[in-house]
């Protein structure tokens, strides 16, 4: 009964979420800023007020913030998929493989256990920014190589892609890749933005503040649906070329 009560409620919240979605795309297409922390404060307190008297579960509150205005347009949208594919093609990828290469298992499971880590708690926040610095210095070093292994992939994968450029790809790597503010997520992105010829990353919005950063590439900077399609057909050539030298280095280390 306590699980139909829960799931009951998991629903109301996702109806709380949609509308709270809905009013928030209304408004940006009314070019208003969103002040999302009064809506989200109402939401969430009236689902814990169902959820206590139902299942005495949860006390939920939420503290105020100031207005954010939604920034992200298509184009944002698009080149933010096209970053994360091409840093979790790094972090999420190449460097567990590659520990895997250097170290068999035990590397690769260590490797995971500093990554999720770095996840859980290497923030740049006060809460976490003691605790979590450990974390999150021990992922940019286990992720200095697999980044730079990462875009070379990505460069090669560029010469078997109709409409990529190896070139720009090279060029941007080596060029944008050291001015992105994280030590590694450059390397792919920009190999990935020169490839597509794109611009990725570049001032953003972070935490409700905007934030300076470097371009990646020097390409167009209204990235389409196609866009993500080219990206995900150049990431499953680096995957492809990934597996085929992995499989050469085992052949010849256990020779």
């Known amino acids: 009964n306590i699980l139909k009560k829960v799931e009951r409620q998991t629903f109301r919240a996702a109806r709380i979420v949609n509308n709270l979605l809905e009013f928030a795309r209304r408004r940006q297409n009314e070019s208003k800023p969103v002040e999302l922390a009064p809506l989200i404060t109402e939401s969430l307190d009236l689902l814990g007020d169902r959820i206590g008297k139902d299942v005495h579960l949860i006390s939920i509150s939420v503290d105020p913030a100031p207005p954010v205005e939604l920034a992200l347009d298509q184009a944002g949208v698009a080149r933010a998929a096209i970053e994360s594919l091409a840093e979790n093609f790094s972090d999420g990828v190449v460097a567990p493989a590659f520990w895997m290469v250097i170290a068999w298992l035990p590397g690769a499971a260590l490797y995971k256990a500093i990554n999720t880590a770095d996840s859980m708690i290497g923030h740049r926040s006060e809460r976490y920014r003691d605790f979590g610095r450990t974390a999150a210095q021990l992922d940019d070093i286990a992720n200095l190589p697999a980044s730079r292994l990462?875009?070379?992939l990505i460069v090669a994968a560029a010469y078997l892609t109709k409409g990529a450029s190896p070139a720009a790809a090279w060029q941007a790597t080596w060029r944008d890749g050291p001015k992105h503010?994280?030590?590694?997520?450059?390397?792919p992105e920009a190999a990935m933005a020169g490839a597509l010829?794109?611009?990725?990353a570049g001032p953003r919005i972070y935490d409700g503040a905007p934030t300076d950063g470097a371009w990646m590439g020097d390409g167009r900077r209204e990235a389409t649906p196609e866009d993500i399609r080219a990206a995900l057909e150049l990431y499953s050539r680096a995957d492809g070329l990934l597996i085929a030298v992995s499989l050469l280095f085992l052949s010849w280390a256990t020779v």
């Open 197 to 200: 010829g794109l611009s990725l």
């Open 181 to 187: 503010g994280s030590p590694n997520a450059g390397y």
């Open 150 to 152: 990462s875009a070379l």
